[in-house]
């Protein structure tokens, strides 16, 4: 029993450890997306970023 409940807590210790920076780089990502759509909203090329941002956050589309 108490086996099981330490190996639980490492395997979510170490998950967290490991979704940290992957949330910080979204984050960072995001917030990077967001000011350049600003900055071209009114480009036709606003959709052609939005494409490459979603595959460089990881987000497959097709
Ligand atoms: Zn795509």
């Given at each position: 029993m108490t086996a099981t409940t330490d190996t639980t807590r490492d395997r979510i210790d170490d998950a967290l450890v490991?979704?940290?920076?992957?949330?910080?780089?979204?984050?960072?990502?995001?917030i990077a997306a967001l000011g350049f759509v600003?900055?071209?909203?009114?480009?036709?090329?606003v959709h052609d970023s939005l494409h490459t941002f979603?595959?460089?956050?990881?987000?497959?589309c097709h």
């Open positions: 490991r979704l940290t920076p992957a949330q910080v780089t979204i984050a960072v990502l995001t600003l900055l071209f909203a009114q480009e036709p090329m979603r595959h460089a956050a990881g987000i497959t």
